[in-house]
């Protein structure tokens, strides 16, 4: 039994199917020195947010986010320590309304260095859900190693009854050292689900069925302690893009498109020195005369223009209601407006040219 037992190990099956045959066979001692030779190493770094969140009370909805440290989370969790050898460091603890670009870039970095390093096999960022789509996709675009990157929130603070954050976290961290995950590269987790950060959007301000791939669905389904993956997704970035060096990003807004909406903030932010403008517009990225007028007046002076939808789902299509050609713009495809503009910054670091522009955006 025990040769079999060292047999199993040799073939280097899961962490998991070990365990089943470990119960059987060796003592304790000889356990933790085989776990900690063969689990999967994950690395969490915390950012904050509602999964680090305190309220006052159980039941009462009143909480602030980020308010418990990295190894209160660890400790919260044990059932992860069976899955994987865990490390965790406290990147920062904010709500993420407060993210920010600066943090981005240090996740990333942090990321590429564990990766590079050989630190880990896989990371788990805890991240609160109000931007967790933006961070997401910033990683997945940034981050040079396949290797699983799993970000996970929660939508009740962690003093409340029937807190959702503890499950999620205990997922994230079996997705991250599943065998199947290992070229999975950077996902969301979240209620028992498993999404393409390119893909995936929060939709609802507070139910934990929040967050949805609205146009294509998760990728995977998550059940009794296991993940089955059904598709991946065809837009993986050709290159990955190298902030290695960098310490901001050209500044891109976000325009609103609405009834009657007047030209001004496309104004202002050119004043402010927007090196881009991603236009949420209506229906198919649409846009009233003196919208239209002031986005293309902008195009022709040299910032990029990329017309997104404030739809919430499907494509924002090229040259069709809108002769983006003669406009000088780009369209965002089926990229919501917060994603497209994570995209833009990216671009803007390398060209300009927003023909080049608009093959990253269907493409990456
Ligand atoms: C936040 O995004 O930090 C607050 C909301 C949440 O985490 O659910």
């Known amino acids: 039994m025990k040769r079999m037992f060292v047999l199993t190990l040799a073939l280097g099956l899961s962490f998991q199917s070990q365990a089943q045959i470990a119960t059987a066979t060796p003592t304790k001692a000889e356990m933790t020195k085989i776990q900690t030779k063969t689990q999967p190493r994950v690395i969490i770094l915390a950012t904050g947010g509602t ?68 630190e880990a096999d896989a990371v788990v960022v805890t991240h609160g859900t109000d931007t967790l789509e933006e961070t997401a996709y910033f990683l997945s675009l940034t981050i040079r190693s396949n290797k699983p990157v799993v970000l996970v929130g929660a939508m009740r603070p ?36 498993v999404f393409a950060a390119r893909d995936v959007t929060k939709t609802n301000t507070t139910s934990t069925a929040t ?56 104004e202002c932010m050119i004043a402010d020195g927007a090196k881009g403008l991603v236009y949420a517009g209506l229906g198919n990225g649409n846009f009233n005369a003196p919208v239209g007028a002031a986005l293309e007046k902008a195009a022709k002076s040299g910032i990029a223009v990329v017309r997104s939808a404030r739809a919430g789902s499907g494509r924002v299509t ?47």
């Open 51 to 118: 999964i680090a969140g305190a309220g006052e009370s159980a039941t009462k909805a009143a909480y602030k986010a980020g308010q418990v440290p990295i190894d209160a989370l660890l400790n919260a969790v044990p059932e992860m320590h069976q899955l994987a050898k865990i490390e965790g460091e406290q990147v920062a603890n904010i709500g993420s309304q407060d993210m920010n670009i600066e943090t981005w870039l240090k996740l990333s970095k942090r990321i590429n260095q564990i990766f590079d390093n050989n």
């Open 158 to 193: 962690s003093t409340a009854m029937s807190q959702d954050g503890n499950r999620n976290l205990l997922d994230a961290v079996m997705v991250a050292s599943a065998p199947q995950s290992k070229n999975i590269g950077t996902v969301v987790v979240m209620n028992e689900l």
């Open 211 to 266: 967050f949805q791939s609205r146009n294509f669905g998760p990728l995977g389904l998550i059940y009794d302690g296991k993940v089955n993956y059904y598709y991946q997704s065809t837009h993986q970035p050709t290159k990955k893009f190298n902030v290695d060096k960098l310490d901001k990003l050209p500044q891109v807004d976000i325009v609103y498109g609405y009834a009657d909406a007047s030209p001004k903030a496309i």
């Open 318 to 364: 090229l040259n069709n209601e809108v002769n983006d050609a003669a406009m000088g713009f780009a369209v965002a495809d089926d990229l919501n407006p917060q994603k497209a503009r994570v995209l833009l910054m990216l671009s803007l670091t390398g060209t300009n040219d927003i023909k080049v522009i608009q093959d990253i955006f269907f493409k990456y």
